[in-house]
Nanobody
Framework: QVVLQESGPGLVKPSQTLSLTCTVS??????????WSWIRQPPGKGLEWIGY???????YYSPSLKSRTSISRDTSKNQFTLQLSSVTPEDTAVYYC?????????WGKGTLVTVSS
């Protein structure tokens, strides 16, 4: 059973960098051919895909967020991390991490991040 758990600050000030970590258990983030994604859902809106880091370490981001997004990993801790810079209140959302195996088959429970001064 693969379990993903998001962690990080629940409150970030405008213009700062949002940083979240996803800790994975029950499977390695370097296993072929899984991809590890970040997704968010603003209040009252639909899901928005942010980007992924592949088993190989390759990253790919949503074009709309690419200029502000970085996804990295720590294979020794089996974790991957999202950094979103220059945040505004519009970045307030529940942030999820998920495993992609053709589809997003395992999800974390999500963590609410509020951007406010």
């Amino acid at each position: 059973q693969v379990v993903l758990q998001e962690s990080g600050p629940g409150l970030v000030k405008p213009s700062q960098t949002l940083s979240l970590t996803c800790t994975v258990s029950g499977g390695s983030i370097t296993t072929n051919y899984y991809y590890w994604s970040w997704i968010r859902q603003p209040p009252g809106k639909g899901l928005e895909w942010i980007g992924y880091i592949a088993y190989s370490g390759y990253t790919y981001y949503s074009p709309s967020l690419k200029s502000r997004t970085s996804i990295s990993r720590d294979t020794s801790k089996n974790q991957f991390t999202l950094q979103l810079s220059s945040v505004t209140p519009e970045d307030t959302a529940v942030y999820y991490c998920a495993r992609v195996n053709g589809w997003m088959d395992y999800w974390g429970k999500g963590t609410l991040v509020t951007v406010s001064s």
